[in-house]
């Protein structure tokens, strides 16, 4: 029986939109043009910031609203240092988190321990310090939990060296080459912000209640592992080592789409045209290749092969729905020429995104309002 129907009620069942098209914050953080492919991040295009500024400059844009000079610059990256310092003190005190078996479980278990901690606030310090200890903390947690996975002990952070850098070590047990940390850098840059994406808008929401920032970055992280938003990067290498070759990758992605079976990548909920974050990080690793790393240039030959068949395809399927290469295409194949595991894709994913959840939340608490959205009831009504 129709429910608008059944026992009289007057509601009418309409299909859920995902809030697509509702607005539901002023944000002066980012902004998302899915028609034209771009990305601006406090006033600037991303080609413009993604390689060519570092991590911590991009936590300045989006924590105090201006590119650093070279003495806030090194304020941020001290912050975030201690961030990831105070994190790996208290890895003895963790019990059980680090064994999960998932990155992102392991993440968010972490992450919960640290809302008890007074050292992680920043009395008589600028409001940014706060959000900056809280972002070294995931890098320090992620790189524990994939050294525990591998077998190892976590590593002790380094506070003389920035973030990207201290990360790749931290992760692979020893320096990594320059050009990798570059690499790292500009995708930490690329994922930082991206307007009121899912998990964005979960840490939001519990920054509205009235809770603390911790909360809201453990709760972004639940959003951020769906493999509808960020748990989507590891499968894409899987499919490109399937793939094998070049020469391979129409035949398999024909088959694929015969077997009813998504391309991982390509699509994006907001774009039309490709995301100009693939772009960006395609131009990482191309200058990876082009310094020597080892597998980036087959891989990147791979990929570009793959996209393209990819793309083709999918247009002879769906003319009316354009579905191009996402943030997840390249991300692959940079993480993995930058010697991270792809367990660990996700949380990466989050030690870059921990900086624009903890700009969003900061300005939702300048906003004050409680968010509450409406729904509309299509359920049997009493007689």
Same mark, same amino acid.
Not at 356 to 373: K, Y
């Given at each position: 029986?129709?429910?608008?129907?059944?026992?009289?009620?007057?509601?009418?069942?309409?299909?859920?939109?995902?809030?697509?098209?509702?607005?539901?914050?002023?944000?002066?953080?980012?902004?998302?043009?899915?028609?034209?492919?771009?990305?601006?991040?406090?006033?600037?295009?991303?080609?413009?910031?993604?390689?060519?500024?570092?991590?911590?400059?991009?936590?300045?844009?989006?924590?105090?609203?201006?590119?650093?000079?070279?003495?806030?610059?090194?304020?941020?990256?001290?912050?975030?240092?201690?961030?990831?310092?105070?994190?790996?003190?208290?890895?003895?005190?963790?019990?059980?988190?680090?064994?999960?078996?998932?990155?992102?479980?392991?993440?968010?278990?972490?992450? /919960?321990?640290?809302?008890?901690?007074?050292?992680?606030?920043?009395?008589?310090?600028?409001?940014?310090?706060?959000?900056?200890?809280?972002?070294?903390?995931?890098?320090?947690?992620?790189?524990?939990?994939?050294?525990?996975?591998?077998?190892? /002990?976590?590593?002790?952070?380094?506070?003389?060296?920035?973030?990207?850098?201290?990360?790749?070590?931290?992760?692979?047990?020893?320096?990594?080459?320059?050009?990798?940390?570059?690499?790292?850098?500009?995708?930490?840059?690329?994922?930082?912000?991206?307007?009121?994406?899912?998990?964005?808008?979960?840490?939001?929401?519990?920054?509205?209640?009235?809770?603390?920032?911790?909360?809201?970055?453990?709760?972004?992280?639940?959003?951020?592992?769906?493999?509808?938003?960020?748990?989507?990067?590891?499968?894409?290498?899987?499919?490109?080592?399937?793939?094998?070759?070049?020469?391979?990758?129409?035949?398999?992605?024909?088959?694929?789409?015969?077997?009813?079976?998504?391309?991982?990548?390509?699509?994006?909920?907001?774009?039309?045209?490709?995301?100009?974050?693939?772009?960006?990080?395609?131009?990482?690793?191309?200058?990876?290749?082009?310094?020597?790393?080892?597998?980036?240039?087959?891989?990147?030959?791979?990929?570009?092969?793959?996209?393209?068949?990819?793309?083709?395809?999918?247009?002879?399927?769906?003319?009316?729905?354009?579905?191009?290469?996402?943030?997840?295409?390249?991300?692959?194949?940079?993480?993995?020429?930058?010697?991270?595991?792809?367990?660990?894709?996700?949380?990466?994913?989050?030690?870059?995104?921990?900086?624009?959840?903890?700009?969003?939340?900061?300005?939702?608490?300048?906003?004050?309002?409680?968010?509450?959205?409406?729904?509309?009831?299509?359920?049997?009504?009493?007689?």
């Amino acid at each position: 029986m129709d429910l608008a129907k059944q026992n009289g009620a007057q509601h009418v069942a309409t299909k859920s939109s995902g809030l697509d098209g509702v607005v539901v914050a002023d944000t002066a953080l980012s902004e998302v043009d899915g028609e034209r492919g771009r990305l601006i991040v406090g006033g600037h295009d991303i080609e413009a910031l993604a390689g060519r500024v570092g991590f911590e400059d991009l936590c300045a844009l989006l924590w105090t609203g201006a590119l650093p000079d070279a003495a806030t610059r090194s304020a941020i990256a001290e912050a975030l240092a201690e961030g990831r310092l105070l994190a790996f003190e208290q890895i003895p005190s963790l019990g059980e988190a680090l064994v999960a078996e998932d990155g992102s479980s392991a993440l968010m278990a972490c992450m /919960a321990h640290l809302g008890a901690r007074a050292a992680w606030r920043s009395e008589g310090k600028p409001a940014w310090v706060e959000l900056a200890r809280v972002t070294g903390a995931v890098a320090t947690f992620a790189a524990a939990w994939a050294r525990r996975r591998a077998g190892g /002990a976590p590593i002790a952070p380094d506070k003389s060296l920035r973030h990207a850098a201290d990360f790749l070590r931290m992760v692979r047990g020893a320096a990594a080459p320059e050009a990798a940390a570059r690499a790292l850098d500009a995708y930490l840059v690329t994922v930082a912000d991206h307007g009121m994406n899912a998990s964005t808008f979960t840490a939001r929401v519990v920054a509205s209640t009235g809770s603390d920032l911790v909360s809201a970055i453990v709760a972004a992280i639940g959003a951020l592992k769906g493999p509808l938003h960020g748990g989507a990067p590891g499968p894409v290498l899987d499919m490109l080592d399937a793939i094998g070759e070049p020469s391979r990758a129409a035949a398999w992605i024909t088959a694929e789409l015969g077997a009813g079976r998504r391309i991982m990548g390509m699509g994006h909920r907001i774009y039309r045209v490709r995301d100009p974050r693939a772009a960006v990080l395609e131009r990482a690793i191309a200058e990876l290749e082009r310094d020597g790393s080892a597998g980036a240039g087959a891989r990147l030959a791979l990929a570009r092969a793959t996209e393209r068949a990819a793309e083709t395809l999918l247009a002879e399927r769906h003319r009316d729905r354009p579905l191009k290469a996402n943030v997840e295409f390249y991300t692959a194949v940079l993480l993995d020429a930058a010697g991270l595991p792809r367990e660990l894709f996700t949380p990466t994913f989050a030690v870059g995104r921990a900086a624009g959840w903890c700009a969003h939340v900061q300005e939702q608490r300048r906003a004050g309002r409680l968010i509450r959205p409406a729904s509309r009831y299509v359920g049997p009504v009493p007689a």
